[in-house]
């Protein structure tokens, strides 16, 4: 694809937020809207537990799109009779980001690219500079080992659960890299009939996942990601937090930044 056909094509901003996050999904949209200058569809996943003021609705020209939280009951049991032994805890206490692969449903093909970013990341330049980073039939997000990429797969998951660990190391290979998914760029193409049941199902066959959807996506989207490539020319698209003596004006966007507060 040349890189200015993109351009042409029909793109969508989503985001997704339950209640506790509406706080920080408002920064990021407005970001999206101001400084990211991006004027198309703004999709804003939720639970569909509260309702977004109508009239913020209007004003930041958002489409709310509601589900049902991700039944995470057979997946809570299974993890409780081998419960990880290092993690941070969001397998029990951040169960709501399993609803970030609603960004996989069939209603979002009527878009031809999805950027999909977290609640909470900040933008602090045109949204235009993400759009050389869309590749055909692919997902692109950032390698989470950057910059030293020394780390693999196998910090995502729980590996004292051998009989899990041993069936997916069947079809997939737990040292290899894997991606970042606090923001992420994909080919609506890749989505099929089948694609949000299928991960749902993964969700619930390898209980082992301790960074919850993101290392399901890393499983089952391995053959169609492509690392992004986060320098552009004189921009940086985007890092986790500020690093080697940058401040955020330097960045296209930030997950976590740390010179920059409003």
Known sequence: MNSLDIFTKNICVVT???FNY??????????????????????VITDGNFKINDDYIK???IIVKEYPDIDTSSLIAKIKEHPFIQSDGREYLKLKQWNKLYVFDVFFKQWDFILFVDAGLRIFDRIEFFYFQFR????????????????????????????????????????SKYFLNCIFLFDTNIIK????????????????????EMAIMNIYFAKLWIPM???????ILFDWSERDNRIWKDYISLKYPT???D
């Open 59 to 61: 004003e930041m020209k």
């Open 229 to 235: 490539n986060i320098y552009l020319r004189n921009h």
């Open 259 to 261: 010179t920059y507060s």
């Open 16 to 18: 997704y937020t339950d």
């Open 193 to 212: 009939d089948n694609t949000l049941s299928d991960l749902i199902d993964l969700m619930n066959e390898y209980p082992i996942c301790k960074t919850n």
């Open 22 to 43: 509406l706080n920080k999904a408002e920064k990021t949209i407005k970001d999206i809207r101001t400084r990211g200058q991006f004027l198309g569809s703004l999709v």
């Open 136 to 175: 055909k039939n692919a997902i692109v997000a950032m390698d989470d080992a950057y910059p030293d990429y020394t780390k693999n797969f196998t910090s995502q998951i729980e590996l004292s659960n051998t009989s899990v660990v041993d069936k997916l190391k069947k079809f997939y290979n737990i040292e």
